[in-house]
């Protein structure tokens, strides 16, 4: 008998934040705990967790209804509908920023929120690991994943261990056209750097194991802007992945963030700063509106359902996951993100500091440039 296939989902959004682009109100992450409680009770969905990172609310949902489901993207917009409201009754800033639709057409895309789906057979042991970011774009996985899934030096495991050696296929997502190409590594692997070097333009979308693992990573890549024609935030991308037997192990996943990684994002979405792996409770953007800030959450599945480290008293359904970046062993790693996101922003408005001029969310220039045409002359 074909086991059945296990859905994790991980929806995501900006719906208003306390003083600025900080974090949400706790009344609206219980409102979405509440709506996600019922819907398990209801059979909608197997388990969840709810959590954050910045101003942004993370579901975290297991189901057997498949990717792109209309009850699980419907219960996840409700929430978000829901904790809205209570937004706005309070004044708080940017209420409802993520919901660029009036009415749910049967699935979270292109509806504003961010979403990363993967559907595969769970394993005898099957640790996730989900990757929250805020104040960022959806190439800001793109350097770590690279360095976990095509990098010997990052992961052994490609090396010895006989399924991770058979190499993964990257789907890559052109952000601007909304094409893909999957490529093949190793075979392919400088192929796909050529591409991925290009942050403001390609993104990893999907990594897949060649040795019938199904699935290893997801990263949601919705750029909001294109989606609504203007600017409305950041991205603040997701990232759901597998680990061990095959797969990355849970250590190769994580290695890559020591290092400080740079990536757009940050003060109005116009600045490049550097990664800051941190607890969620300590993702608030205190430093210039950032930096960007990335949490890394840890649960087994078991049967369906989310395994964490629930102590024996604790309520059914009280979910505790592993914290990975809580630790004082990435002191190291936030003290250099401090370090270096300070010496970009000592640029002021000059580049590197400030994202080229495509790049930019919105800018003045063009008005200025309006204002001076008449003003300008051809050199001698």
């Known amino acids: 008998m074909v086991a059945e296939k296990v859905t994790i989902s991980v929806i995501k959004a900006d719906i208003g934040s306390v003083v600025g682009h900080s974090k949400p109100h706790p009344s609206m992450m219980q409102k979405c705990d509440d709506m996600l409680s019922d819907a398990v009770r209801q059979g909608t969905i197997e388990d969840y967790y709810v959590t954050r990172v910045g101003d942004d609310i993370n579901l975290f949902m297991s189901h057997y209804k498949g990717e792109g489901n209309k009850d699980v993207h419907g219960l996840a917009w409700n929430a978000f509908q829901e904790a809205t409201r209570l937004s706005k009754a309070m004044k708080l800033y940017a209420a409802g920023q993520d919901l660029l639709t009036d009415a749910f057409s049967g699935n979270i895309k292109g509806a504003g929120p961010g979403s990363a789906e993967m559907e595969f057979t769970e394993r005898g042991s099957e640790p996730l690991m989900f990757f929250i970011a805020d104040k960022t774009e959806p190439s800001a996985y793109t350097i770590p994943l690279t360095r976990t899934f095509l990098d010997p030096f990052t992961t052994t495991g490609l090396v010895v261990d006989a399924r991770a050696k058979r190499g993964f296929d990257v789907e890559i997502h052109d952000v601007l056209e909304s094409k893909k190409v999957i490529l093949s590594s190793p075979e392919e692997t400088l192929d796909a750097l050529s591409l991925l070097g ?16 199904g699935p290893a990573a997801v990263v949601s890549t919705d750029k909001l802007n294109l989606t609504a024609g203007k600017y409305v935030g950041k991205d603040d991308p997701v990232c759901v992945c597998r680990a061990q037997s095959g797969l990355p192990s849970v250590g190769e996943y994580t290695q890559p963030y020591m290092d400080p990684i740079l990536c757009a994002g940050w003060m109005r979405g116009s600045h490049y700063g550097a990664f800051y792996p941190c607890s969620p409770e ?81 800018t003045s220039r063009p008005e200025v440039l309006d204002s001076l045409v008449k003003r300008f002359e051809k050199l001698d």
């Not at 290009?198 to 693992?213: E, N, P, Q, W």
């Open 282 to 362: 300590d993702s608030d953007p205190t430093y210039y509106d950032g930096p960007p800030r990335v949490c890394c959450l840890g649960f087994q599945l078991n049967n369906g359902r989310f395994q964490g480290l629930e102590p024996m008293d604790s309520p059914a359904g009280r979910h505790v996951p592993v914290d990975f970046f809580k630790g004082a062993e990435w002191d190291y790693a936030r003290r250099k993100s401090i370090e270096i996101s300070r010496m970009l922003r000592k640029q002021g408005p000059f580049m590197p500091s400030i994202l080229g001029p495509e790049e930019m969310e919105y």
């Open 198 to 213: 290009d942050t403001t333009r390609y993104a990893i979308k999907r990594i897949s194991s060649k040795a019938g693992l």
